[in-house]
């Protein structure tokens, strides 16, 4: 079993940056895909990035391309997401997820953590 639990999230300006974490326990993630998705109110849950158990393969959705970057640390068994020039549609609750399986780009990930809240003011 693993369990994940997401930080980092808050209150930013247009324009600004943060870096959610996503830590886990449980079992190592080093064999494990990780991703992040999001949901704002009222929309469906949706994919943001994913990231392969080495960190050679990345996925990004085509709204965070060129802003976002995941990443991870197997060492410490920790994912990131690293959120630049973030914009007020960028508002949601965003979750980490893992599985044992490659990455993917839908939600088919066996192990999801609670959400960390991330509010973009215009």
């Known amino acids: 079993q693993v369990q994940l639990v997401e930080s980092g999230g808050g209150l930013v300006q247009a324009g600004g940056s943060l870096r959610l974490s996503c830590a886990a326990s449980?079992?190592?993630?080093?064999?494990?895909?990780m991703a992040w998705f999001r949901q704002a109110p009222g929309k469906e849950r949706e994919f943001v990035a994913a990231i392969s158990w080495s960190g050679g393969v990345t996925y990004y959705a085509d709204s965070v391309k060129g802003r976002f970057t995941i990443s991870r640390d197997n060492a410490k068994n920790r994912g990131y997401l690293q959120m630049n020039s973030l914009k007020p549609e960028d508002t949601a609750v965003y979750y980490c997820?893992?599985?044992?399986?490659?990455?993917?780009?839908?939600?088919?990930?066996?192990?999801w953590g609670q959400g960390t809240q991330v509010t973009v003011s215009s």
């Open positions: 997820a893992a599985d044992p399986s490659g990455p993917s780009l839908t939600d088919e990930y066996d192990y």
């Open positions: 449980g079992r190592t993630l080093r064999s494990y895909a």
